[in-house]
């Protein structure tokens, strides 16, 4: 699993509320990725980040915003959130080239 | 605009047959073409990746075809088990793989026996 864990694993929250998804890993890797999983469109990519404090924006930025301060932690946060964001959250890590994902975080917009 | 193309979208294979989806990508760039293998309710796992020096790369019952001037690159599973249905994902990125994936819609696999 190269050492990722992300939290909370479920959260279902209404919208207008912020929410923020965190992603953790224990190996010192540089790249940093969060993508959305949705039916029919595959995986996304939201953010990216390539070190503590330098991050870009993927495909479906728009409602996003992430934060890297430490090598290990890379949070994703919504807003305000509505129910179009609604969908799987998956965090990366890039080791020697080759991405690797964690377990994922369901989020439920009602 | 799309820059990596899947297909099928679905596919039913007998136990013992083999398996094959295809993608297509149009950004000359990528250099590296992976593909993962996805269970419901876990994340992607990667299965079997190549770089564009190669032709073919095999891993066991797991064999990716790549095809440099059609920009085409495919999965093939010999013998495909029951254990193999899951939802396959081919990606496509630049710089050797550090610079995000960008993913094909998937294939949803059923291996029936």
């Known amino acids: 699993d190269a050492g990722i864990t992300q939290s909370p694993r479920h959260k279902v929250t209404e919208t207008g509320t912020p929410v923020t998804l965190r992603c953790h890993q224990t190996?010192?890797?540089?790249?940093m990725y969060w993508y959305r999983q949705d039916p029919g469109h595959g995986l996304r990519l939201i953010h990216y980040?390539?070190?503590?404090?330098?991050?870009d924006k993927g495909e479906v930025s728009d409602g996003y915003s992430v934060s890297r301060s430490k090598t290990e932690d890379f949070l994703l946060t919504l807003e305000s959130a509505t129910s179009s964001q609604t969908s799987v959250y998956f965090c990366?890590?890039?080791?020697?080239?080759?991405?690797?994902f964690g377990p994922g975080t369901r989020l439920t917009v009602t | 605009q799309q820059q990596v193309k899947q297909s099928p979208q679905s596919l039913i294979v007998q136990k013992g047959g083999i398996s094959i989806i295809n993608c297509a990508y149009e950004n000359t760039a990528f250099d590296y073409f992976p593909w993962y293998q996805q269970f419901p309710g876990k994340g992607p796992a990667l299965l079997i990746a190549i770089r564009p020096d190669v032709s073919e790369k095999k891993e066991g019952r797991f064999t990716i075809s790549f095809n440099k001037s059609a920009k085409q690159f495919s999965l093939h599973i010999m013998d495909s088990q029951p254990g193999d249905s899951a939802t396959y994902f081919c990606?496509?990125?630049?710089?050797?793989?550090?610079?995000?994936?960008?993913f094909g819609k998937g294939t949803r696999l059923s291996v029936i026996a």
């Open positions: 980040s390539y070190g503590v404090k330098d991050t």
């Open positions: 990366a890590i890039s080791a020697l080239g080759q991405q690797y």
């Open positions: 990606a496509a990125s630049r710089n050797s793989g550090n610079t995000p994936l960008v």
């Open positions: 190996e010192n890797h540089r790249y």
